[in-house]
């Protein structure tokens, strides 16, 4: 199986990639819409509450995922049958591919959460004047 099979078999890798998804849909929107509006201001602000949270959970679940192969590679090394080498190689590096996605993912996302702040503190200074 190569890597890229590897990696949309991975259920963990999935989650990540639909929350980042739905992230980064979520910050374009909120960028490119240009209401300084008290509405837009106020959704723009409640959404600046609760995104961090959302692009903090990547690393996160990369980093579950990365457990999950672990033990699974821990209980396979248990019940024997496989050359002990190949077994921890191939494994190990289909663990940590799910933190390097999560790591990888929030990155934009961090980008584009900066320049919504940016947007936001812009327009609430032009609207205090």
């Not at 910050?27 to 106020?42: K, W, Y």
């Not at 191939?90 to 990155?107: C, F, K, N, W, Y």
């Amino acid at each position: 199986m190569n890597p890229i099979q590897q990696a949309l078999s991975n259920p963990i890798i999935w989650l990540i990639l639909g929350l980042a998804l739905l992230c980064y849909s979520i910050l374009l929107g909120l960028i490119i819409v240009r209401e300084s509006t008290p509405a837009g201001l106020s959704k723009t602000s409640s959404w600046l509450h609760t995104l961090p949270a959302m692009l903090s959970a990547l690393p996160l679940l990369g980093l579950l995922g990365t457990i999950i192969g672990l033990l699974q590679t821990f209980s396979q090394m248990a019940r024997g049958g496989m050359d002990i080498q190949e077994l921890l190689s191939r494994s190990i590096a289909d663990a940590m591919l799910t933190t390097q996605v999560g790591l990888l993912m929030v990155i934009p996302g961090w980008v584009m959460l900066s320049a919504l702040q940016r947007k936001q503190q812009r327009l609430e200074m032009r609207n205090a004047q």
